[in-house]
Each structure stands twice: as C-alpha cells, then as structure tokens.
C-alpha cells in the first residue's frame, strides 16, 4: 500500500460510518452499530474498498484510548458516593453473574479443555465480554423517559460506571494470566501498585490542573495538556504495570472528571473522537470483522450470546437490588436499566482480539447484543415506568453524563 491510500481510506470510513450511523440512529439503534456495519460492508468481507493496515490499526488504538479517557471524564464522582455501597453491591452482581452465564455458555456450547487451556480463556473472555454495561445508553434511555433522576436512576447510573470498572479490572486479569509466565499474585501485586501509583499521581495532578485551570479557564491548553496526561497514563499502565492501557486512560480521566472545565476537556475531546478516532475504531471491527467463517453454528451461538447476557444482567442486579431493599418493581427497572451494552463491550471485544481471546467471527455476537439490548431497554423501561411510576425514593439529584454530539 502507498503512503497515499492511507488518505483514500480514511475518507471512505468517514463517509460510509457517518451515512450508516445516521441510518442506525433514525431506525432507533445505537449509532456506533451502524459504523461498525459500514466497516463491514467497506471491508474485505464485502465490497473490499478498504483494507485493514498497521495504519489504520494505530489509528483504531488511539480511538479506543480517546473513548476510555472521555468516559473518565464524564463520570461523576459525587453522585458515586450518593448511592456508592449500594450501587457498588449491584456492579459487582452485575459483572460476576455475566462472567459466569458467559463461561458457562462457551463451555456447555463447545466444551473446554481444562483450566489455563486456550479454550478456558475464550470461554471466559466470552463472559467478561458480557459484564460490560453502556453508561451513555443508559444515560440517554433515562434522560429520554424523565427518570434520570431518583434513586433508581442514580444507582442505575453509579452501578453502570462502577460495572465498567470492574470489568476493565476483570479484563486486564484476564489478559495478564493467559501469559503462561504471568503468576496471578504478580497480576495482583501490579494491580494493585497501579491504583497505589495513580492514587499519589492522580492527587497531585489534579491540584496542579485545579491551579492551572483556574489560571487559564477555559481554554485550549487545559483539554491539550488534559490529552497529554491520558496517553501518559495508558503508557505507563501497560509499559510499567502490565495493565491494559485503556485503564490508564480512564483512570486519566476520573482524575480530571471533578475539575471546573471537566466538560469543556470532554466537549474537546470528543471533536477528535466524532470527527475520526472514533468512527476508524469503530469502523475498523467491522473491517476486521469476517463473515467467511459465519455460519449457522456462530448464527446460532449468537442468539444463545444475547439471551444469556440479557437475563444474566437483570437476575444479577436485578436480584441484588431486591437484596438492597428495594421493591419488586424498582429492582426490575435496575436490573433492564443495567442491560444495555455498548463502546466498552466492543473495547473489551477489540482487547480480546489483539491479544488472540477471540476470533473476528464472535464480533457478530456483540454487535447483536449491542442492537438488540439498545432497541429493547427502552421499550421495556417504558412499561415499566407506565405501570409502576412511584419510585423508592425521588429526591437525589443527577448530574446526567456529557451526551456526545450526534
């Protein structure tokens, strides 16, 4: 490939996922669907106009970083310790009953060789793919109904962002130890320095940004340097630490999620992810994404994929939150509310990939899932708020996440 078909195929990705991300979101899917289905229709798979390269692969890694950085940010802290123990007990619930569904699927459907063989680690890929919950989906779902604030919506959404911390943990665990030298102490230990090592960084970073942005508000030094402490932070998570580095790039983010421009970081970061990071990462799995080994047996594994997901969510939070005192009717808008997936499962899904968990072919499974679970929770969560409007309690406020421009 010249060095000036680089410029060919990054204008066709932007056409083609702008197009079928407006088709997707007019048709009421997740827009992030219809560009992982123009990289499809793009890609060697079908019409062949673009290739996948180490270009573009790069470009898709910067994505993935910029993604992760944008959802620190948009996380709020405050609201976090509102409904924390609570919404920590359902994220937990929610991430470890997935795991297991997942697991178990891949095992009773094609069967394992054992612990620490190559198929114990895609079965459990498979369920660490399923623990990932879409913040923004279930944002915007609430935001839509009126209910995104109260005591349901602020643990649904407290639960949704500690669920994808966890489940970066999971995945970085997970990675680390299919690395036949990896001890599992040491994936502990480094963990844990990583956090110990962000913790005394982060504090002293976010006070030399309070100063600086309080010497210089609102302007574009702040998101400049604000990029510049993201991929600082994903280098060294993977360079020092083993950790993925889409974990340093969120933690990156929860550093500077409190600061008075917090949104206008966000709001500038997303430029460069709408504009082109985003739709080459999400355009590049559906380049990468090949239909030559589809068959009726990957077809029918998908459905089992997203029924078991689905209710592994709701009986997990679901339940958990009948646990937590809340009513039959409460618990079940936690556990739909919690359903949803969206970017972090295609990251997660992308991780796996890299790293040799899966195989393109399983990226139909997830991005099945992200359709179905992003049609469906809206529908049922209506019924649900028509039939039982009174929530538990309706006095806790919301700061809803930063809605990225469509």
């Known amino acids: 490939m010249t060095s000036y078909s680089i410029f060919k195929d990054l204008a066709i990705i932007i056409v083609f996922a702008k197009a079928f991300g407006i088709l997707a979101r007019k048709l009421k899917a997740p827009q992030v669907a219809g560009e992982i289905i123009a990289g499809l229709i793009i890609g060697p798979s079908i019409l062949g106009l673009v290739n996948t390269s180490d270009f573009l692969v790069q470009m898709a890694e910067v994505g993935v970083i910029l993604l992760m950085f944008s959802a620190g940010l948009e996380t709020n802290l ?27 699927l891949y095992a009773l459907y094609y069967g394992t060789d054992g612990i620490g063989s190559d198929s114990f680690f895609c079965a459990v890929f498979i369920g660490v793919i399923m623990t990932a919950t879409s913040v923004s ?87 400049i340097m604000g990029l510049a402490l993201c991929l600082t932070m994903a280098y060294c998570a993977e360079h020092f630490f083993g950790i993925a580095d889409i974990t340093g790039a969120y933690v990156a983010g929860i550093i500077l999620c409190s600061l008075r421009d917090s949104d206008y970081i966000a709001e500038k970061m997303d430029i460069n992810s709408y504009m082109l990071f ?3 990462f999400f355009a590049s799995i559906g380049l990468k994404t090949s239909l030559d080994n589809v068959n009726a047996d990957i077809l029918l594994f998908s459905v089992f994929f997203v029924i078991v997901a689905l ?48 195989t ?47």
Do not use: W
Request: charged share 15%.
């Open 137 to 223: 989906i279930t944002v915007q779902t609430l935001r839509e109904l009126g209910r995104l604030k109260g005591k349901v919506g602020t643990t649904i959404l407290s639960a949704a962002i500690i669920d994808d911390i966890i489940g970066i943990i999971v995945l970085t665990f997970v990675i680390a130890l299919k690395n036949p030298e990896t001890k599992p102490f040491a994936v502990v230990g480094n963990t844990g320095l990583f956090f110990l090592f962000s913790g005394i960084i982060g504090f002293i970073i976010h006070k030399l940004f309070k100063r600086f942005d309080s010497a210089y508000p609102h302007t574009r030094r702040i998101p």
């Open 278 to 280: 985003g739709p080459v």
């Open 360 to 406: 393109p072919e399983y990226f139909t499974c997830v991005i099945l899932l992200i359709i179905v679970s992003s049609v469906i929770t809206p529908i049922v969560l209506k019924v649900l708020y028509s039939k039982h409007p009174n929530e538990s309690d309706s006095a806790i406020p919301v700061q809803a996440a930063v809605q990225k421009n469509q």
């Open 78 to 104: 405050r609201d976090l310790l509102k409904t924390g123990p609570i919404a920590f007990l359902i994220a937990c619930a929610g991430v470890l009953t997935p795991l297991a569904g997942g697991a178990a």
């Open 311 to 358: 209710l592994t969510k709701i009986i997990g939070c679901g339940l958990m939150a009948r646990l937590c005192r809340f009513s039959g009717a409460d618990s079940l808008k936690i556990g739909i509310g919690m359903m949803t997936r969206g970017e972090v499962a295609l990251i997660v899904s992308q991780k796996g990939l890299s790293v040799g968990l899966l």
